[in-house]
């Protein structure tokens, strides 16, 4: 596909790009084609007339406008992943104050990549109404920007004034374009393959029945998952964006080592990037981000980390483990606002320790989706009954290989370490990259876990 | 050339024999009793040549047992005869033939090949190579082509690829899936366990009932055995074209599999009808040692199970396939 790509000129490259990411999304369900091509027609559209209403000054025509393409958008999402939801959630509040409600049952499949492609999109629509964008009059570029396949199913969610520039212009692809692609490539397989897959395989074991397992194993399952869903999403984040490198696109960076943070504020800086800004920027901030009250402020972070659970997936336990991120967030805010200590290394070793710990312990609502099985989690936890288990090891062999790709990185604030200070060891380590990955591999695929969202 | 140079050496490393014993290979095969199964097939190969073979899922494993079946023809025809049985779990008729066709015959050129099947085998679509897709041998037998031929050259010829998946599993901790044992010709012996809930007949009461009965009151029409019967088929040109007999047989169950669903008795005899038709059109021996009664083996100390026999039921299907065998080619 490559050889096929670098061989056209630019405006064929784009065309080849659109039937590639629509024939990849087809792979999965054809007719869910369907739901990109209004999403991109509708938006592509909007930005035309929002633009043009913007420039005659007719604000509440562009405003009209703006509002169709949110609502086409919000539409799409909220009929094929939330209406099962609300029905389910409306359908047990009515029957909890003894009300009679019966709603039509509809089996809806979830499309693939749905959480991101319209994200993506509704910015688009969002950026020209502010005028922070002039929209583009082609249509085949605007196509691509929104089904642009590396990152059509699981991101990064890619700003307009980012991502279609790209498109827009010719593209080059230099030495150290397919050095550090190969390298964010290199990375991503290892960390989905190698350590994602197998810890993910090895923390079932325990989730499948948590009453039964010690607090030990309690304990390193959360670990495994911890790292599974960190080398599942940032690996799958890396494949896109070396993909793209390779082709000459630069995706934005999705991850910077969220498990170095120091606290939970700063642990949103670092993980999920795109998704992060996008709800501070599209949500946070129009609800009046920091700018009234504090009352008023930690009412905005807590609707808006409710919200970005609720983007996870149409299910309680998502909107949780939201929500219990907006409460640390808040109580971060309190105690940040009493009292700002020089930070030390001690101190940040201590905050990562903590922050580490948290977060780890919220992935466990979103991991167990029965609320059952998160009770019956916590009371094996509380039991306290840690022993050794040889399965600290293999949460050792993750951690270690999770530090030699991220540490390097971290220590020198630079993510293409090893293709810039030592190219020379760069061959070596994709050859290291297929050993591990087939000394892992048992030939059954596991699917990435974002996908679903 | 550097990543190359690598793959190379670790190759290199893994062909030294410490380095090698300390990583060891995994199983190739689907499962790990196909080992043991050539191992003591060449075993006795050495001392004799093997007459009858039995092919089929793990009812065959369980339920037939050679010892039985040899000394029972021995006795009828008045010569020794040497029987070995490669019934394999779980497998699907298409897997059995396919493992037959690219193991057992290079293996093994008995005078008989005799596949038992049950309604359920026979009512699958399920083929060999959706069965096989986590193997590495069969995975590349089922597949063909040049994906199939470069498994099979890299499973041949690479120490590393043979080592596949074996960090993920020292990862995990897992045990080798316990094997069963199985004696010198093949057979393994069942442990009786459901008896007790076998004579409850309170299908509430038994665990997985309704998973296990399933399929066995569903409608039955001319299309329900096409894919069996026609998976039957390749077998039997496989067996003809490495030049042994192929026999069908059918495979007793517990009665109350079928008996469960008021179409019961029908529903066994047209299965039971549909094979013999399908042996008679095709030239093929098809042995029931049920005599089309559902009831014919429904005491339930023959089972440990809805249709894997105790070694009470295995000695009594062996020596009643071995008369009917005697008669038949005596």
Known sequence: MLIVYHRLAHRWQNVFLLIASYFFYSAWDYRFLSLILISTGVDYFVGLRVHAAREAGRSKVARRFLLLGVCTNLGILAFFKYYG???????????????????????????????FYTFQAMSYAIDVYRGKLAPTRNLIDFAVYVAFFPQLVAGPIERAAHLIPQIQTPRTVSIDDVREGLLLIGTGLIRKVVIADVAGTIADTYFSAPGK???????????????????????????????????????????????????????????????????????????????????????????????GGLWH???????????????????????????????????????????????????????????????AYFEGLARFDFSYDPILWSVVFFAVVLLLIDGPQAVTN?????????????????????????????????????FQF | MGIVATVLLAEGLLRIPAVAEAVPERNPYYHGGVQERID??????????????????????????????????SVALGRPITSFNVGGSGLHPDSVRLLYERLWSELVQPGYVIEFVRYAELRSDKTAQEFFAGSDIERAWAEGGIAGSTRSFLQEHSALYRRRGVLATWLS??????????????????????SEALATRDHSDIAGYEAIASGYGDPLDEETFTTGLAVLERTAEVVEDSGSIYVIANMPEYPEKFLAAPDGEERYQFYLDTLEEFARERGIVFLDVTGGDVNEYGAMELYSDYHHFTETGATRLSKELALAFAITFG
């Open chain 1, 414 to 450: 630079d993510e293409y370490v090893l293709a810039r200070r030592w190219p020379v060891a760069l061959a070596p380590a994709f050859g290291v990259t297929l050993i591990a990955v087939l000394l892992t591999s048992g030939g059954v695929q596991t699917p990435f876990i974002y």
């Open chain 2, 173 to 194: 901790h897992e045990k080798p899936p316990k094997g069963y044992k199985i004696d010198d010709r093949g057979h393994s012996e069942s442990k009786p366990s459901l």
């Open chain 1, 85 to 115: 939801f609300f029905v389910d959630s409306a359908q047990s509040l009515a029957e909890a104050v003894g009300l009679e409600f019966v709603a039509s049952s509809l089996t809806i499949v979830l499309p693939v990549g749905i959480s």
């Open chain 2, 40 to 73: 003591a097939l060449e075993a006795l190969q050495a001392e004799s040549d093997i007459d009858v073979l039995f092919i089929g899922s793990s009812v065959v494993r369980s339920n037939v047992s050679p010892h039985a079946f040899d000394d029972e023809v």
């Open chain 1, 213 to 307: 397992a010690s607090s030990t194993q309690l304990l390193m399952a959360a670990y495994l998952y911890s790292m599974q869903i960190y080398g599942d999403f940032s690996g799958y984040s890396n494949i896109a964006r070396g993909a793209a490198r390779l082709m000459g696109f630069d995706l934005i960076r999705n991850f910077h080592h969220p498990y170095f943070a120091v606290s939970v504020a700063d642990f949103w800086h670092r993980w999920h990037i795109s998704l992060s800004t996008w709800l501070r920027d599209y949500l946070y901030i129009p609800l009046g981000g920091n700018r009234g009250s504090g009352r008023r402020t930690r009412i905005n972070l807590t609707l808006t980390m409710l919200l």
């Open chain 1, 313 to 375: 997936g149409a299910s309680w336990n998502f909107v949780i483990w939201g929500g219990l991120h907006g409460v640390y967030l808040v109580i971060h805010r309190l105690v940040r606002g009493r009292r700002r200590a020089k930070a030390t290394k001690i101190g940040a070793v201590f905050g990562a320790f903590v922050t580490f710990h948290v977060v780890t312990l919220t992935w466990i609502p979103f991991r167990l989706t029965g609320f059952s099985d998160v009770a």
